[in-house]
Nanobody, 126 residues
Framework: QVQLVESGGGLVQAGGSLRLSCAAS????????VGWFRQAPGKEREFVLA????????YLGDSVKGRFTISRDNTKMTVDLQMNSLKPEDTAVYYC???????????????????WGQGTQVTVSS
């Protein structure tokens, strides 16, 4: 089992940047695919990005292409989400999630993850 803790959220103006971090503890981190999701008030949880166990493959949601990137450090057991050119519609609670699946077929699906963090709030003002 793995425990996930997100950090780095906060308030930023439109056009600004934030870097979120997901820190893991527990089992060997390199066995997990890790994804970021977000949920705005009154909306369903939405896929943002994901990264494969080795870090060699990434998956991006359409709404963040060209603005957000994801990276991981298996030695430090962290996955970072770099968010640039932020927009007010990026405002949401951002969640880190991990999967023990051996394939990435469900990398962009909420149901494709086994463990979730508690989330960190990101607010983008206009």
């Amino acid at each position: 089992q793995v425990q996930l803790v997100e950090s780095g959220g906060g308030l930023v103006q439109a056009g600004g940047s934030l870097r979120l971090s997901c820190a893991a503890s527990g089992r060997t981190f390199s066995i997990y695919r890790v994804g970021w999701f977000r949920q705005a008030p009154g909306k369903e949880r939405e896929f943002v990005l994901a990264i494969s166990r080795s870090g060699g493959t990434t998956y991006l949601g359409d709404s963040v292409k060209g603005r957000f990137t994801i990276s991981r450090d298996n030695t430090k057991m962290t996955v970072d989400l770099q968010m640039n050119s932020l927009k007010p519609e990026d405002t949401a609670v951002y969640y880190c999630a991990a999967s023990v699946s051996l394939t990435d077929a469900q990398a962009m699906a909420r149901g494709g993850y086994d463990y979730w963090g508690q989330g960190t709030q990101v607010t983008v003002s206009s």
